[in-house]
């Protein structure tokens, strides 16, 4: 039987699941916009099965941390990528407190899926992350969903502000860095769009390290599928990393 516990990683209320046998490696689990970490209890189960430790840490602003109307326009502008920002810098320091740990990946779903690709850019400690029904490309997809809203374009200095965190500003790949991009080709709330021009960006980079994976007649939601191409691709990272240092 799996191993729940409740407690609080630098300062983070998490929820952590331990695998029956010694943990292959970490997985930090990120939750969706308007969600918590107790509704990731099943999905967090299912990857320690698999025999990873996973943290699943609660967002700003999300369960004990804080409520808001989430889903009202005005909140939604105010705090969606304070959210996502803060989320990546906590990343950092949980990664800090899993030292003991040499694999750790992160998984996001949603505005997670935001935070894995933020956190996967800029921390060297993260060896892999899967971005489900996320964006990669930060500005793209605020200048979509701005247009689509009928909302003024950023600013230069918005654009400035947020290309400095933006994933394609700042992700490297090669040796142990990979990323896998799972969505939904009917996602209307995250919008394919902004993947697929990363991907688009990122037309240099081998498979082996970066991947899109679209699925037919999905809107948003995490699916079997998605479930399935994400055991076997940190099965690959686990691999990977063994050869290298063999």
Not at 37 to 65: D, M, Q
Not at 89 to 112: P, R, T
């Amino acid at each position: 039987m799996n191993n729940f516990v409740n407690c609080k990683i630098s300062g983070i209320p998490s929820l952590i699941i331990n695998p029956p046998e010694i943990p292959r490696a970490a997985v930090l689990l990120y939750h969706g916009w308007a969600s918590k970490i107790e509704n990731y209890l099943f999905f967090a189960s299912l990857i320690s099965s698999w025999g990873y430790k996973v943290i699943v840490p609660e967002l700003p602003n999300h369960g004990v941390r804080g409520k808001l109307n989430y889903f009202e326009t005005q909140v939604l502008q105010e705090y969606f990528w304070n959210t996502v920002l803060q989320g990546v810098k906590e990343v950092e320091e949980i990664v800090s407190a899993l030292s003991e740990f040499d694999d750790i990946s992160i998984i996001g779903h949603s505005s997670g899926g935001f935070i894995a690709a933020g956190a996967f850019s800029k921390i060297s400690g993260l060896h892999s992350a899967i971005a489900i029904n996320g964006s990669c490309a930060w500005v793209k997809f605020e200048e979509l969903y701005r247009e689509k809203d009928g909302r003024p374009p950023l600013t230069d200095i918005e654009r400035k502000l947020l290309k400095e965190h933006d994933p394609l500003s700042n992700v490297n790949f090669g040796g142990n860095k990979r990323l896998l991009l799972l969505h939904g080709k009917e996602d209307s709330t995250i919008p394919i769009e902004s993947q697929k021009y990363f991907m688009n960006e990122m037309a240099n980079v081998s498979s082996e390290y970066l991947q899109l994976v679209e699925y037919p007649g999905v809107n948003h939601q995490i699916t079997i599928g998605m479930l399935e191409k994400s055991n076997e691709w940190l099965d690959n990272i686990l691999l990977s990393h063994h050869e290298r240092t063999d």
